[in-house]
Antibody, heavy 122, light 108 residues
Framework: EVQMGESGGGLVQPGGSLRLSCAASGFTFSSYWMSWVRQAPGKGLEWVANINQDESEKYYAGSVKGRFAISRDNAKNSLYLQMNSLRGEDTAVYYC???????????????WGLGTLVTVSS | DIQMTQSPSSLSASVGDRVSITCRASQSIGSYLDWYQHKPGKAPKVLIYGAYKLQSGVPSRFRGSGYGTDFTLTITGLQAEDSATYYCQQHYGALTWTFGQGTKVEVK
């Protein structure tokens, strides 16, 4: 069974940093693109970042570009999101999502975790 | 950036009804459009990808249509378990993606 388990969320002050982790299982992690998607309280889904299988391609939403960094460790079946210079508007549940094996083949965001809550507040 | 405009923002319908949700892209995105269902406390679930392809395991009462800038998700024979928020999402080019604002569906 494909599973994603996010961790690392919590309360952080504005301007602070946090690193989210996602432990993946039930599939060959190194064969898939991976993504982060977030949902602020009472708001809709917002795509955050994508990373390809060997980390040679990374893409970010404009709202986080230059502040967040996506990475992965295929040996540990893990995905990460380093979040710096955090703002109140970054408060959200962050979802780890398994994306494609090949670009534009199949659904782009197929398997989702349950998310981890990040709260940015003083 | 490609913007996605979804309507309506909410709707209420009865069991057995047919409902439609529309999504409009700010530029042509071909068929690079997907639909997701999200229930509170659960992981979002992909229903339709590539504008009209039904994801494995999704009931056939869900149907996607459209191409270019205008897309529709239709639920025929609405069921109680379809109460959820539905999102469209574009994945056209450059691997930077955007979601619509969401449509909350209440089943009476």
């Amino acid at each position: 069974e494909v599973q994603m388990g996010e961790s690392g969320g919590g309360l952080v002050q504005p301007g602070g940093s946090l690193r989210l982790s996602c432990a993946a299982s039930g599939f060959t992690f190194s064969s898939y693109w991976m993504s982060w998607v977030r949902q602020a309280p009472g708001k809709g889904l917002e795509w955050v970042a994508n990373i390809n299988q060997d980390e040679s391609e990374k893409y970010y939403a404009g709202s986080v570009k230059g502040r967040f960094a996506i990475s992965r460790d295929n040996a540990k079946n893990s995905l990460y999101l380093q979040m710096n210079s955090l703002r109140g508007e970054d408060t959200a549940v962050y979802y780890c999502v398994r994306a494609w094996a090949k670009v534009n083949e199949g659904p782009p965001l197929e398997y989702w975790g349950l998310g981890t809550l990040v709260t940015v507040s003083s | 950036d490609i913007q996605m405009t979804q309507s309506p923002s909410s709707l209420s319908a009865s069991v057995g009804d047919r409902v439609s949700i529309t999504c409009r892209a700010s530029q042509s995105i071909g068929s690079y459009l997907d639909w997701y269902q999200h229930k509170p406390g659960k992981a979002p679930k992909v229903l339709i990808y590539g504008a009209y392809k039904l994801q494995s395991g999704v009931p056939s009462r869900f149907r996607g249509s459209g191409y270019g800038t205008d897309f529709t998700l239709t639920i025929t024979g609405l069921q109680a378990e379809d109460s959820a928020t539905y999102y469209c999402q574009q994945h056209y080019g450059a691997l930077t993606w955007t979601f619509g604002q969401g449509t909350k569906v209440e089943v009476k």
